[in-house]
């Protein structure tokens, strides 16, 4: 069936980096694009961005540039999403989601915690 | 930026009606899709494009969507409708989410 495993949860300190990855099955992973979102400890999901993955063109939206980096592997089906210079605000869950339908399926998610 | 905004809680008793409305400028004119969340689950898509259901949504599930306001309506609530529910929409090419309903169903 179709799904996205994302990896583990992360503990990290403030000013490193995270990388999360996101890897599809089921489908044809260039058909369609994905999105990442952050949800903060008991807010709504925020949209991210996506990346086109026939292309690998990323789009950022306002406030998730500089420090966040979407990357592919489509040899292996898989989305990245990089975090550099972690802070405390950063703590929440990601998650990946397929832009269909509009978003259709969606990942696992991964916890990120920043400690100072 | 465009803003959407939900009532923050609703309670309904089994068997009864909920209605989770989401408000935003001309919302209308978009499409508005909604999306369930229980505690520590990942968010799950149960209607888009208004009022479509995806495959495998029950039917107590509809969606309405006409001037400032889109609503998601459960019919014959049941106790596994309890969730937070979102509603999502497209502006000028940037995603919005609203700020969540809490159902309680009791």
């Known amino acids: 069936q179709v799904q996205l495993v994302q990896s583990g949860s992360e503990l990290k300190k403030s000013g490193a980096s995270v990388k999360v990855s996101c890897k599809a099955s089921g489908y044809t992973f260039t058909t369609y694009s994905i999105n990442w979102v952050r949800q903060a400890p008991g807010q709504r999901p925020e949209w991210m961005g996506w990346i086109n993955t026939n292309t690998g063109n990323p789009t950022y939206a306002q406030g998730f540039s500089g420090r966040f980096v979407f990357s592919l592997d489509t040899s292996v089906s898989t989305a990245y999403l990089q975090i550099s210079s972690l802070k405390a605000e950063d703590t929440a869950v990601y998650y990946c989601a397929r832009d269909h339908m509009p978003w259709d399926v969606w990942g696992t998610g991964t916890t990120v915690t920043v400690s100072s | 930026s465009y803003e959407l905004t939900q009532t923050p809680s609703v309670s309904v008793s089994p068997g009864q009606t909920a209605s989770i409305t989401c408000s935003g400028d001309?919302?209308?004119?978009?499409?508005a899709s909604w999306y369930q969340q229980k505690p520590g689950q990942s968010p799950v898509l149960v209607i888009y494009?208004?009022?479509k259901r995806p495959s495998g949504i029950p039917e107590r599930f509809s969606g309405s969507n006409s001037g400032n306001s889109a609503t998601l309506t459960i019919s014959g609530t049941q106790l596994m409708d309890e969730a937070d529910y979102y509603c999502q929409a497209y502006d000028r090419n940037t995603v919005v989410f609203g700020g969540g309903t809490k159902l309680t169903v009791l």
């Open positions: 494009e208004d009022k």
């Open positions: 001309r919302l209308g004119d978009k499409y």
